[in-house]
Structure formats: structure tokens, C-alpha cells
């Protein structure tokens, strides 16, 4: 247990958790050693978790004075997985922050074993279905360059961009689906909308390198919808896990170019963005025109129509394929039992409004008139360069 002596009250907690966590805000001036205290005073208020003896503390402190580097626990860094999702101000499914668990990659040496793990990652993480939170960690980040996945995603279909500047797939991947092919990637011999891009990975000194995803890892889901028996037809399909594995992961200062995490999906991030934005999939026109309701006129609101109907496939199709996701309504009320939780602990209620307040039916939701402090703190998940710039 935590040697911290107001531990073993929960109002002392609270107030030492309000006096940390300006420490723990993300800043570029605090050096490794503010960095790395200010986590293992936060590891040390969390009272399930492994707790922070004084000998670990002095052993930390002399590794960063030697070495300017220290090296996690199993434990530790387990946790700073769990603070780095809870403190994520975009994800409106931090409810369940306590739930990720973690697969330690850390010992890894070659591009072939990180491709490895990253199939072991979806395998996992998809779990027939009934989707597992998980971050797979690689081996931090000591020089200029570390493990880069470059793809933005795990799980991702190609966007085959035409000479007439059409894209065939998803736009928001004609850019790594170019770099696939210079690499040598050999696409489907007949290219379609819904291609699983390959690997991209590249370790800290030498050139990017090409992996495929076993295909029968990759869980998809076609969907379909409850009433109209057309929509069907139109061959529309998702993958089941996002895995996101372009962030990076800060935990104490020590930084991990490389660890892909994941959730479940909520239905709109797929049936009011990823297949309806005008600069992705684009289907409303369609799904429109199949309704009959297609016009001119705006204020027909064809297009809301035919958004509703779309996350209705969405969330009709997951749920029929045994696929966990979540809705926006629920997702919504569970984030606000998660704002209270955090509030009662004592710690700062943070969040993006714009990313928590869902793309359909936002005032429907209660994160509506609700307003949200910004802030980041460590531990976190943070945007880095994109790996074809850094290289
Ligand atoms: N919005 C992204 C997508 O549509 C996924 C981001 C992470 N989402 C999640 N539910 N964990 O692919």
C-alpha cells in the first residue's frame, strides 16, 4: 500500500489531489525529475493501486540523475496507461478508465515483433466481440526517433486516390495508402472501398517497413438496417475496434512513441462521421436518394433524415453482429457519472466540449449546458509529428 500518509482518509486525499495536480499539467519546462515525482505522488494517492515505496522514489531519482531516464514497473506503468485515458479531455468513455488493461511490449528488438504484438493486440482487444480496453506498450522513447506505427489507426481501409484527385475508399488515407505503395504494397487486385491498409512501422534509426494484418484478426461488421431491407445493397461495412497508434504516451516524463489503445466504438464517431462527413465516406446522397427523399431543399432536412437512419444501421448492425458499441445517449449520461466520480475525488473535471458533445442530437444529450475546463494533465496521450515528417 502507499507509504502516503493522507492516504488513509478520503478527504485528505481529495485535498492533496487538488494540490498535485498543478504539478502534473502538461508543460515542455518542468524537467524528468518534477515530471517523474509528480507521478509517483499521483500513483501514490491512488489507493488500489501498487502504491510508491521510499526506496522506489530514491531509486528513480538516481536513475534520472545518471541516466536521465528511468524505467516503469509492470505496475506503474499500468497505471499511467489507466490516468493517461482518464485524463484524455476528448474521450467521452472514460467512465470505464479503471477497466484497460495492458500487454508490456517493452522488450521487443525488431519491426517483425512489434508487427507481433500488434496482431496479438487486435486479436485481444477484438476478443470475439466482446471488445477488451487495451494498450500495448513498446519500448520507450531515449533518442531523437523512437518505434513509430504510422499508421493512424491499427485497423484502417486504404483510400486509393484517382488522377482526377477522387478518392476510392477513405480520403482521410489517401496519404498513407501512397506510402504503402511506394513501399511495395500490393493491393487487392480488385481495389474496393473497404481495404485494411497494411502495417507501416519503423524502428528508431532505419526505414519504415511493411506488415499485414492477419485477415481473420480484423473483425468487420456489414451493416444493415432494421426496416429498410435495401440498405443492405449498398455494401457498406466497418471494422469493430479503433485502435488508435499514431499518439504518444507520457507518463512521468518518460515517453512511449508507440502504444496503440483502444475502446469500444460509440455508433456516431462511425454512422455521423466516418461514412457520412462530406470529406470521408460521403453516403447521406445515397442513403437519401434509396429513402426517396432526396431535393434541392435543404429544409426538407433530407439529410438529417437520412443521418438518423444511418446511425440507427450503425448501432442495429454492431448489436446484431455481437459487436460491443456503445450509443451517444448512453455514452453521454456515463460521462457524467465519470465528471462526478473525478469531481468527488477531488480532482479536476476536464474535457473538449466540442469532442464530448456527440455530432448528432448534442442537445439531446446532458454534456449539452454543460461547460469543460481544457486542461491536460500527465499522465496522457498526446498528438506527436506524424512519423513521414519526423523520419
Ligand atoms: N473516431 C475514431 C474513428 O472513428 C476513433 C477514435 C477512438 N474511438 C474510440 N471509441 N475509442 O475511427
Redesign the pocket.
Known sequence: MSECPVAASSEATCTAAALLYPRLRLDKRLSLKEKALAFFDLLALQQDGPGVSSARREEVLRDVARHRFYEHTPEELLWGCRFAWRHSVRCV?RFFWKQLEIRDARTISTLEEVAEFCGAHVREATNGGAIRPLVTVFPAQRGPQGWRIWNH?LVRYAGYRAEDGDVLGDPAEAHLTEVSLGLGWKPPARRGRFDVLPLVLSAPKGAPQLFELCQKDVLEVSLEHPDYMWFGEMGLRWYAV?I?SSMRLEIGGIRYSAAPF?????GT??GA??LADLGRYDMLPEIAQRMGILERREASLWRDRALVELNRAVLYSYRKAGVRMVDHHTAAQLHVRFEEEEAAAGRPVTGRWEWLVPPISGATTPLWQRSYDPSEYSPNFVYQRPAWEAS
Not at 262 to 266: F, L
Open positions: 468513455g489507426q479503433p488508435v483502444n475502446g469500444w466504438y460509440m464517431e462511425i462521421r466516418n
